[in-house]
């Protein structure tokens, strides 16, 4: 293969010899080359670079724009987690609270927390810190509301079972069946029917035939089963708790003993006579915290006597005592 060589006629023997580059001329041709393809590749690349941009850059650009994407899709989400949270303390406070008698979560409680700008330091001095800190604020705000919702309705959860527990315990039933009329009620007697004397008396009667069902009005614990001190023959007391008892007297028979827990509904005996009576009636007494009340205040009689029975089974389906 012919080599790229140069070669002269040396005239004194007319002999063609190949002519040597001295190697500083070789060197120096090879920089002037490097050299020039070297501007031409920078000139090339700055041309191509301002007008279209490396590769390299293209990419980055493209994951920033992506990254932007991603922030605001993340900030639609923290603002509906915060629009969710505001919807909770909405119902919290305007409607769960207020029914169960509990005051609102103060404001202050609600904000403690979060916010302030010392808080964050840390992701001050850069370019972005304001999209930064907005972000991680608006994450905080979000983290603090949630943890003050959650106590908050755990609050009113355990409220709620207790104000269940208290309904429970209230004595809101009609004793007796309510086909039955009402007898004397809550009233002061100019004469007392056996005693002949002026007499309040404490208590609603009903005059039920002796034998008729006598229910338990409220949950409670039986504290008197027997014979009354009082004047009420057979009687039962049960103590409700938050301050109420109710009493059952001038029963012909017993059902339940001291120390019984009863539910609602709960057969305590059958009416009767016993004691100072004048006749076959269950007398009722309701007293709240030592005083007396009158009890057709307690219980509605306004129950048709299926509504009523339908109840009594409801109740009696629940208790332990059948
Ligand atoms: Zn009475």
């Known amino acids: 293969m012919a080599r790229n060589r140069k070669y002269e006629l040396d005239l004194s023997d007319l002999q063609y010899k190949q002519v040597r580059l001295p190697w500083k001329k070789t060197f120096l041709q090879f920089l002037l080359w490097a050299s020039v393809s070297i501007i031409l590749a920078v000139i090339y690349g700055s041309v191509f670079e301002n007008t279209f941009g490396s590769p390299k850059e293209k990419?980055?650009?493209?994951?920033?724009?992506?990254?932007?994407?991603?922030?605001?899709?993340?900030?639609?989400?923290l603002d509906n987690s915060l629009n969710s949270l505001n919807s909770f303390r909405r119902s919290d406070d305007?409607?769960?609270?207020?029914?169960?008698?509990?005051?609102?979560?103060?404001?202050?409680?609600?904000?403690?927390?979060?916010?302030?700008?010392?808080?964050?330091?840390?992701?001050?001095?850069?370019?972005?810190?304001?999209?930064?800190?907005?972000?991680?604020?608006?994450?905080?705000?979000?983290?603090?509301?949630?943890?003050?919702?959650?106590?908050?309705?755990?609050?009113?959860?355990?409220?709620?079972?207790?104000?269940?527990?208290?309904?429970?315990?209230?004595?809101?039933?009609?004793?007796?069946?309510?086909?039955?009329?009402?007898?004397?009620?809550f009233r002061f007697r100019e004469v007392h029917p056996v005693l002949g004397i002026p007499r309040m008396h404490y208590g609603q009667d009903f005059p039920v035939p002796p034998g008729t069902k006598v229910h338990a009005t409220g949950d409670g614990k039986v504290i008197e089963s027997g014979r009354s001190s009082g004047g009420f023959g057979n009687c039962v007391v049960i103590d409700h708790g938050y301050g109420l008892q109710s009493t059952y007297g001038h029963l012909s028979k017993i059902s339940v003993n001291v120390g019984m827990n009863l539910k609602r509904g709960d057969l305590i005996g059958l009416s009767g006579s016993t004691g100072i009576s004048s006749g076959?009636?269950?007398?009722?007494?309701?007293?709240?915290?030592?005083?007396?009340?009158?009890?057709?205040?307690?219980?509605?009689?306004?129950?048709s006597v299926e509504e009523y029975n339908e109840m009594i089974q409801t109740l009696a389906s629940k208790s332990k005592l059948r």
């Not at 991603?70 to 989400?77: A, D, F, K, N, T």
């Not at 979560?105 to 840390?122: C, E, K, Q």
Request: proline residues 5%.
């Open 59 to 77: 990419l980055l650009i493209q994951q920033v724009e992506n990254l932007k994407l991603q922030y605001s899709l993340v900030g639609r989400e």
């Open 94 to 185: 305007s409607r769960y609270r207020p029914i169960l008698d509990m005051d609102s979560v103060p404001d202050s409680y609600r904000r403690a927390g979060y916010g302030g700008v010392l808080r964050y330091r840390d992701l001050t001095g850069y370019a972005n810190s304001d999209f930064l800190i907005s972000y991680r604020s608006k994450v905080d705000e979000i983290k603090n509301m949630a943890n003050v919702q959650y106590e908050s309705f755990k609050s009113v959860s355990e409220r709620s079972l207790e104000w269940e527990r208290e309904m429970n315990h209230q004595p809101i039933i009609c004793p007796v069946e309510v086909k039955f009329p009402l007898g004397d009620g």
């Open 280 to 303: 076959p009636h269950l007398h009722y007494q309701i007293d709240k915290f030592g005083q007396h009340m009158n009890p057709i205040n307690f219980f509605n009689n306004d129950i």
